[in-house]
C-alpha cells in the first residue's frame, strides 16, 4: 500500500473528501492549503476518528513555487519512518475556477486561473517527481477535468484550457517512465465530472448531472488506489459522455455545457 499520501488544496472539497476516505483507509496523509485552520480543523477531525495513522499540515500557496519544493520535502521528512522514507502518493488537486470570456476584460481573473492550475501545477509535479525518481517508486495522481475534453465557451474557457494542460503535462510524465526499469512509478490522470464542492456552488445548469462530493471523492479515491492511468470519474454517465465531448461538432458540445 502508498502508505503517505500529500494532498495539495486540502482544505475544502474534493482535497478535504478524499483525505476523510484515505484516512479512513489507513493511510498517513500530508495536507497542504493556505487556510492553516481548516486543515488544523480537518486534522483533528480525522485524528480523533482514525488514532492510528499520522496527519501533518503545512501552509501553502501553490504559486509560491519555491514554498512548493520546500513543503513537499519537509512534508516526506515528516512522514518519513525506518520502514518507509517520505511520500509514496501526491495528488496535485489544488486548483482556481474564476475566469471570464476571453476579450471581456477578464484577463486577470484568467490569468490567475492560468497560473494556478498550469504553472502552479507543474511546480507540483516536478517536486513529486523529484521526490519519487530519487526512491524509484511513488505514485503522480493529477486531477483534470472532464471539461479538458474539448474548448469550453465563455467563463469556463480558460479553466478548461488549464486542465487539458495539465492532463497532457501528466501524459508527458508518463511517457518518460515508459522503459525505464528499476522504477516502481505511476502517474494517474483523472477527469472529473459535475462533483459538489465550493468551486462549483450555486451552478444551476450543472445539477442534473452532479453527484455529492462524498460519493464523487469515493470514486476518486477507487480510481487512485487501483493506479489507473486515466478515468472519467464518476464512470457513469462521464466516460461515455467524454467520447462524446471529443468527437461531436463544437456547437453539441457547447450545448451540452
Known sequence: MRKNVLITGASSGLGAGMARILAAKG??????ARRVDRLEALRDELLAAHPDIRIVVHALDVNDHAQVFAVFEQA???LATSDGDGLDRVIVNAGLGKGGRIGTGKFEANRQTAETNFIAALAQCEAAMEHFY???TGHLVVISSMSAMRGMPSSMATYAATKAGVAHLAEGIRSDLIGRKGLDIKVTT???GYIASEMNEGIEQEARLMVDTETGCRALVKAIE???VDAAI???PWAPLGQVMKHAPLGV???MV
Open 27 to 32: 493511510h498517513s496523509l500530508a495536507l497542504t
Open 76 to 78: 516526506a521528512a515528516d
Open 134 to 136: 530519487a526512491r524509484k
Open 190 to 192: 483523472l477527469f472529473p
Open 226 to 228: 487501483r493506479e489507473v
Open 234 to 236: 464518476p464512470t457513469w
Open 253 to 255: 458540445v457547447r450545448r
